[in-house]
């Protein structure tokens, strides 16, 4: 027994090291660092929760936190319409069932950056797809400022994301659908249910906690999302689709205010910890 | 019954076409002339079509470099990934000891941090021990988001594996490591190579790190390269789109053969259905 203990420490110590020193010690230093003030070529002074105060009081913050709270609430709740649709058209479709769920993964593993270059590119004012068939069709006369305009372009910020993560969500329901037993079906049949009806209280209470967890996980990252933002819109027009990462980044990165950076950075913390602590419940749960 | 089979084909029809429709795009433009991009000449299918952007890829820029990059930086994070991360999924399953709990826990939560939250902490990490610009420090930047991964996709692996046949090899006179190597790594395999797919992928993908921790011109990789054709708001469409195809074909290779054992490794492990 103290021979399986002490492989058992030994097997697990590259990773608790590597865990210390590349995601616990960046992250203690960094709420340190959030309480000082760092100015490149002066040493950092501690100012206690200064930056944290800046930034509530800054107009550009608030715009950041709300942004983010927007992206995340949008992208989510459409990709779960859409996903849960794609589970259910696909759910008992034997034929053709593998090759068009294989099609369907597909915006899954292509790069993100391809993603939102490609999209960027399909809303281009004069050239893209988007406004070029839409004229084409006599649907509008001139083509539609997607990136130009603040409330379209967080609208197609959240048409890319959607397009990157709804097959995920779709393949997840899809997997827990199919463990839902059929004779369950067949008795409501019997009892006279319909579609709807069966919908309602088999197949939702069966795949709820897989719904639970997929929402949970996707929250996490949406709320901390970098590439698509970055890359179409920079956070602009203005501050219209600022987030928080690419806000730290302006911060960091761009005006070196590393202090404030990092507060800017773990300012989704408490909320980021509330999601953590929901979906290790959940996994847990369904452990047991 | 026939209304339901019509909407189940509607969907299914509707949600096609919008995956369709980009990658569609993507392959189109990067067959057009710079000529029928600039005036939309012949916009839905270029004719006539040409293969000049992808050509200019390799003659004209460091496309060729930055496959390199990437596939360097893909490949050696995801071994060092797999050995690092299986090592610690074996003793979190198989071994008691105590703190197992806690530390499995841990390392579930250290796969939740995004790394949207974690760029700035760990590029000053890396100005501190003066490690930037350099392949190596993505190398040891990616398996933070990779190694808890594995570490909890294999955990479920190992979980699947009877006790008895491990218990077996030891009575039969086998050490632990033996048993490990010979019993269990071989039962594990499907799931070690899904792990390892995921983390190529992740990595071949990765695109906010890659930006912040490298500055010379020469390690860059194909993300970032990529996202420095667009010049302002001005864009080398044609070219850009044929890296875009290019840059996505390894992952849709790996993904089209091998997507069965992808599909398992994500309901077993990171997502329990």
Redesign the interface.
């Known amino acids: 027994m103290r021979q399986e203990r002490v492989l058992g420490y030994a097997l697990v110590s590259p990773v608790a090291l590597f865990l210390t020193a590349l995601v616990a010690y960046p992250f203690l230093s960094a709420i340190y660092l959030s309480l000082t003030e760092k100015i490149v070529g002066y040493p950092a002074h501690f100012v206690g929760l200064k930056n944290y105060a800046t930034l509530l009081e800054s107009g550009r913050f608030r715009a950041v936190a709300w942004n983010s709270f927007v992206f995340t609430a949008a992208s989510i709740a459409v990709k779960l319409v859409i996903g849960i649709s794609m589970a259910l058209a696909l759910n008992n479709v034997v034929r053709a069932n593998q090759f068009i769920r294989g099609i369907l993964l597909l915006p899954w593993v292509i790069p993100t950056v391809v993603i939102a270059l490609t999209w960027k590119w399909l809303m281009d004012l004069f050239r893209g797809l988007i406004n070029v068939s839409l004229i084409d069709t006599g649907l509008i006369s001139s083509g539609i400022h997607w990136l130009g305009d603040p409330t379209l372009a967080m609208a197609s910020v959240v048409i890319a994301n959607i397009w990157r993560g709804f097959p995920f969500f779709g393949v997840s329901f899809l997997a827990a659908m199919q463990t839902v037993p059929q004779d369950l079906y067949a008795a409501a049949e019997v009892d006279g249910a319909g579609a709807v009806e069966k919908f309602l209280h088999i197949t939702l209470p069966s795949i709820k906690s897989v719904v639970a967890i997929v929402t949970l996980l996707s929250t996490i990252v949406t709320l901390n999302d970098f590439s698509i933002v970055f890359i179409m819109t920079r956070g602009g027009p203005g501050a219209a689709t600022h987030v928080f990462a690419t806000y730290s980044y302006e911060l960091g990165i761009q005006s070196q205010r590393w202090g404030l950076a990092m507060a800017a950075s773990l300012a989704s913390l408490p909320l980021v910890a509330l999601l953590i602590v929901g979906v290790v419940r959940y996994l847990h749960r369904e452990e047991e | 019954m026939r209304g339901?089979t019509l909407?189940?084909?509607t969907?299914?029809a509707l949600?096609?076409a919008?995956?369709?429709?980009?990658?569609f795009?993507?392959v189109v433009?990067s067959l057009k002339t710079g000529r029928q991009?600039?005036m939309?000449e012949s916009?839905?299918v270029p004719r006539p079509f040409t293969v000049d952007n992808y050509v200019y890829l390799f003659e004209e820029s460091r496309f060729a470099l930055w496959i390199r990059n990437s596939f360097v930086t893909a490949t050696a994070s995801t071994l060092l990934s797999l050995?690092?991360?299986a090592?610690?999924a074996?003793?979190?399953t198989r071994?008691?000891?105590?703190g197992?709990r806690t530390?499995g826990?841990?390392?579930?939560?250290?796969y939740?941090?995004?790394?949207?939250?974690?760029?700035?902490?760990?590029?000053?990490?890396f100005i501190r021990i003066g490690y930037t610009d350099s392949l190596g420090t993505l190398i040891?930047?990616y398996?933070?988001f990779l190694?808890?991964f594995v570490?909890w996709l294999l955990m479920g692996f190992f979980r699947s594996i009877p006790r008895e046949l491990e218990e077996a090899a030891l009575v039969d006179g086998a050490t632990?490591?033996q048993a490990l190597v010979r019993v269990v790594l071989p039962l594990a395999a499907p799931g070690l190579l899904a792990a390892g797919l995921f983390c190529f992928?992740l990595s071949?993908?990765e695109?906010?790190y890659a930006l912040?921790f490298i500055g010379d011109d020469s390690p860059k990789t194909?993300?970032v390269g990529?996202?420095e054709?667009?010049v302002s708001d001005f864009?080398f469409?044609g070219q850009?789109?044929a890296a875009?195809a290019l840059?996505?074909l390894p992952?849709?290779v790996?993904?089209?053969y091998l997507?069965k054992y992808m599909?398992q490794g994500?309901?077993a492990g990171a997502?329990?259905?």
């Open positions: 339901t909407a189940r084909w969907v299914l949600i096609l919008v995956v369709f429709v980009p990658m795009w993507i433009t991009i600039l939309s916009p839905y050995m690092i991360g090592a610690g074996y003793s979190l071994l008691r000891y105590p197992r530390f826990a841990l390392v579930l939560v250290t939740l941090v995004p790394p949207g939250l974690m760029f700035i902490p760990l590029y000053q990490t040891l930047a398996p933070t190694v808890p570490t632990r490591v992928t071949w993908n695109f906010l912040i194909l993300p990529l996202s054709f667009v864009a469409w850009l789109m875009a840059a996505s992952v849709i790996v993904y089209v997507h599909v994500l309901t997502v329990k259905g």
